[in-house]
T-cell receptor
Framework: ELKVEQNPLFLSMQEGKNYTIYCNYS?????LYWYRQDPGKSLESLFV?????AVKQEGRLMASLDTKARLSTLHITAAVHDLSATYFC???????????????FGKGTHLIIQP | NAGVTQTPKFRVLKTGQSMTLLCAQD?????MYWYRQDPGMGLRLIHY???????AKGEVPDGYNVSRLKKQNFLLGLESAAPSQTSVYFC??????????FGDGTRLSIL
């Protein structure tokens, strides 16, 4: 059974600071996704990481994947209030044939960035 | 381009009532999914479909049924609603090796 663990689950930080969210998963996978969810809203796709060593950046967010360690990180640089949201990582089973079988989600990291 | 559309957006049911949630996508995606989101639990997969006429169970299928009679639609049914099924339900669709696109969710309360 694939399990996905995120930490921390709650993070309050100040604007301008840097921080990292961690996502560990329990079985072999080669596809990891990061999503953002604002309160009462849908999920927005941020990053798709498809191979070991993959690194993607968008603005102040950077995501990386280490499939050997079964670890992904989401790094926030010089945080701003607009990045306040809940961030989820999600993993495809390696054997799901192109990701057909659905995602296993972490519980999410509730991020609050204070001025 | 509407993407993934869920109907209804809100619903209140009494225990024992039945209802159907509708998901429609206009992106010609092969794969469709139903998840539920509960506080502190992330999203959990209920059922999914890899093509028209096919469905499969996810992590938490009990108490739900699904049908995919047309490629663009995926229906989630609750035959006899229970308070434990109070949740936010998300539908998603995707194509091969691409990320899932999510609908706006259906907020369901069962009294």
């Amino acid at each position: 059974e694939l399990k996905v663990e995120q930490n921390p689950l709650f993070l309050s930080m100040q604007e301008g600071k840097n921080y990292t969210i961690y996502c560990n998963y329990s079985t072999t996978s080669d596809r990891l996704y990061w999503y953002r969810q604002d309160p009462g809203k849908s999920l927005e796709s941020l990053f798709v990481l498809l191979s070991n060593g993959a690194v993607k950046q968008e603005g102040r967010l950077m995501a990386s994947l280490d499939t050997k360690a079964r670890l992904s990180t989401l790094h926030i640089t010089a945080a701003v209030h607009d990045l306040s949201a809940t961030y989820f990582c999600a993993v495809d089973s390696l054997y799901s044939g192109g990701g057909a079988d659905g995602l296993t989600f972490g519980k999410g990291t509730h991020l609050i960035i204070q001025p | 381009n509407a993407g993934v559309t869920q109907t209804p957006k809100f619903r209140v049911l009494k225990t024992g009532q039945s209802m159907t949630l509708l998901c429609a996508q206009d992106m010609n995606h092969e794969y469709m999914y139903w998840y539920r989101q509960d506080p502190g639990m992330g999203l959990r997969l209920i059922h999914y479909s890899v093509g028209e006429g096919t469905t499969a169970k996810g992590e938490v299928p009990d108490g739900y049924n699904v049908s995919r009679l047309k490629k663009q639609n995926f229906l989630l049914g609750l035959e006899s609603a229970a308070p434990s099924q109070t949740s936010v339900y998300f539908c998603a669709s995707k194509t091969f090796n691409q990320p899932q696109h999510f609908g706006d969710g259906t907020r369901l309360s069962i009294l």
